[in-house]
């Protein structure tokens, strides 16, 4: 699931009014979503922001496998980053590697399944 939010601005007294997108969110319950999202999608959403326009980019994992306490297994986690549009390759640089780390961490010593 992916959401995005937009703010709008409107300078008093004039007609002309500007909007930007501040906030994308990318919810999952399979770590291969995340894994292979097409960060591309992420910066078409904020390319007609001004390069100051502070963004949240937010990617959340949500463990739908049942609990089994006698093994190790991965939580729910978020990651989420605020910044400026300017800085929108840094950021979702960062956040692939986080996502990679884990997914990582998730299939070799945890062993529990990525689903299909």
Do not use: Y
Not at 9 to 27: M, N, P
Request: charged share 35%; aromatic share 8%.
């Amino acid at each position: 699931m992916v959401l995005a939010s937009c703010t709008q601005f409107q300078k008093e007294g004039l007609i002309e009014s500007e909007s930007a997108v501040t906030a994308f969110k990318v919810k999952a319950e399979n770590l291969d979503e995340l894994k292979n999202f097409n960060w591309e999608t992420v910066k078409e959403m904020f390319k007609e922001n001004d390069g100051d326009q502070e963004i949240t980019l937010e990617f959340e994992f949500l463990n739908s496998i049942p609990s089994d306490t006698s093994k190790k297994r991965l939580d729910n986690f978020t990651f989420k980053l605020t910044g400026k549009t300017s800085h929108i390759d840094n950021m979702t640089s960062k956040l692939k590697r986080m996502i990679d780390k884990i997914a990582d961490v998730e299939v070799e010593e945890m062993e529990i399944p990525i689903k299909d």
